[in-house]
């Protein structure tokens, strides 16, 4: 945590961006903001993030005491551009070329060996620096307002669910910043994909809804070098962080994106099966919400019963939300139907994983 002058309320504007008048109007407070060392909660396709000038470290400062985030995790830094992201960076490879062409703008993050003007703050003291460029149209053209990238980690306090909507983070953080930027509903739903380029092979440290057989088709373009015993031609799946290893990107916390009430991921073979392991728990029915997408219990004795659609795409985009009604709902238990063991559910699977969590 970090000392700062954030602890005094302050009054906390939203603005609307559904009009392309309102939209310039929203750009231009918070680049003013950002431009005198603010801190502002803008939105992303993936998820709302909470932006500071990410050249400036005592900025930086504030989202982490904000946040309420461990220093030892670093934050992803945005940029409108590959020009801009390699200035924040020591080594730009062709396959960092290859990979952006292909997936940016969009939900992929880069982690590369960290340019000198970085703060430590941002990469947690690491040697490498993870940096993304968003999709998101507001979030662009604030960074072209500024002129500078922003360091912008999920608006939640840390270790909380992921806003994908305004009213998410103004309920976390009202009266604790300035502003907070409407952009609708998250189009993507949860955090980016994180790969690792500062290592051969390539390693996927966040798993996210670009899956790693999508990258895989990028990074075997690669010819291998013949002096690697390994090829780079691959990309590693995730693994778990070693004990006192420094963190290389964010999402790499055993537990992460969880909501106050206890998370389980089960399969059940039908209503009476899936009572029967909650009753095992020694939860009250009426106290657990259930969130499913293939065998739908009826709702009748549960607190609360979700339908989720069986497509990763839209699964993504509504879980944070759902389970942020479930919280708000006050409930005790949630039971998420466990998600299918394919490709393009294991960025959902991982978010799950961490919510599920006991450590």
């Not at 998410?168 to 300035?178: A, D, E, N, Q, R």
């Not at 962080?241 to 992460?256: D, I, Y």
């Not at 392991?277 to 657990?288: A, D, E, G, H, V």
């Amino acid at each position: 945590m970090f000392e700062t002058n954030q602890s005094a309320l302050v009054d906390t504007a939203v603005l609307a961006t559904h009009t392309p008048a309102l939209f310039t109007e929203a750009v231009a407070r918070t680049a003013e903001l950002l431009r005198a060392g603010q801190i502002v909660a803008l939105p992303t396709e993936t998820v709302y993030g909470l932006a500071a000038n990410a050249l400036n470290p005592s900025a930086v400062a504030m989202v982490f005491d904000v946040k309420g985030r461990p220093a030892h995790n670093p934050v992803i830094v945005h940029v409108a551009g590959v020009a801009m992201a390699r200035h924040c960076v020591s080594q730009w490879p062709k396959l960092a070329d290859k990979l952006a062409a292909a997936f940016w703008p969009g939900p992929l993050t880069i982690v590369l060996p960290r340019a000198a003007e970085i703060p430590d703050i941002v990469t947690a003291s690491g040697g490498t620096v993870a940096v993304r460029w968003s999709s998101h149209p507001f979030v662009q053209e604030v960074i072209r307002a500024c002129g500078f990238p922003l360091a912008a980690p999920s608006a939640n306090p840390a270790g909380e669910l992921s806003p994908t909507n305004a009213r998410h983070v103004l309920k976390s953080f009202s009266g604790k910043i300035p502003l907070i930027i409407d952009g609708g509903p998250a189009q993507v739903g949860i955090e980016s994909t994180v790969l690792d380029l500062s290592t051969s092979p390539a390693r996927v440290l966040r798993p996210g809804m670009i899956s790693i057989e999508s990258l895989q088709s990028i990074v075997e373009q690669e010819k291998p070098a013949a002096n690697l015993e390994r090829s780079p031609s691959s990309i590693e799946p995730p693994a778990p962080s070693l004990a006192g290893e420094t963190l290389r990107s964010p999402g790499q916390l055993p537990k992460h994106y969880s909501p106050k009430a206890k998370l389980v991921i089960w399969n059940w073979r039908d209503a009476a099966d899936l009572k029967s392991q909650i009753s095992n728990l020694k939860f009250q029915m009426q106290k657990t919400h259930v969130i499913a997408h293939t065998r739908v219990p009826a709702a009748e004795g549960f607190g609360r019963v979700s339908v989720m659609a069986r497509d990763a795409d839209a699964f993504a985009r509504a879980i944070y939300a759902e389970l942020h009604r479930c919280d708000e709902q006050s409930a005790e238990l949630i039971v998420v139907e466990a998600v299918p063991e394919e490709a393009a559910w294991q960025g959902i699977a991982d978010r799950l994983r961490r919510a599920a969590s006991q450590a």
